[in-house]
């Protein structure tokens, strides 16, 4: 049972509540056993005939249009096609960069001015070509060869240096 007043517990057997001193509820008489009702109509489970279809509670939603704003158009991812053997050589669909002439060419010439810098005229024409030629292939895109474009250019400027140095001092012991 539990209090009226402060809805503590009340143990049985006790006439009042030990929380808050309220006079226990009377305690409800259990109901008399009535007698048993009798015994209703039995009735029989319907079961359907397996030829009859059996109507389905699930039913499958309707396609709903879908919104594609005019900003956003999806984009096909593109994959690339693996190299593959053709008659023994291996064919790639890529292509390769192209081979940039200007600055190997331009690197030779460079390296043919530092090496013979110490004679007059074999030193400023190469020097001048291979500038010229290494700036070429610095300027040429999509091409490979910018380290020997770079070193091209470097080397013949330091080979025309050198030989103007030399060439100053050759002047100054002479006098």
Do not use: H
């Not at 530092?114 to 030629?133: A, C, E, Q």
Request: charged letters at 10%.
């Amino acid at each position: 049972m539990y209090c009226e007043q402060c809805g503590s517990f009340i143990q049985d057997g006790e006439s009042f509540c030990s929380n808050c001193g309220a006079p226990a509820p009377a305690a409800k008489p259990a109901p008399a056993p009535g007698p048993e009702p009798a015994p209703g109509p039995v009735v029989q489970p319907i079961v359907q005939s397996p030829a009859q279809p059996v109507e389905s509670l699930y039913q499958q939603p309707a396609a709903q249009p879908v919104y594609q704003s005019p900003l956003y158009q999806p984009v096909q991812p593109i994959y690339q096609q693996p190299a593959y053997m053709q008659g023994g050589v291996v064919v790639t669909p890529f292509d390769r960069p192209k081979k940039n002439i200007c600055a190997t060419v331009g690197m030779i010439f460079g390296i043919v001015t530092i090496s013979l810098f110490w004679l007059m005229i074999f030193n400023f024409v190469p020097g001048i070509v291979g500038t010229v030629l290494s700036c070429i292939g610095l300027a040429q895109k999509n091409s490979d060869g910018k380290g020997k474009a770079i070193a091209g250019l470097i080397t013949s400027v330091l080979g025309v240096l050198l030989g103007i140095l030399f060439f100053a001092y050759i002047l100054a012991t002479d006098s």
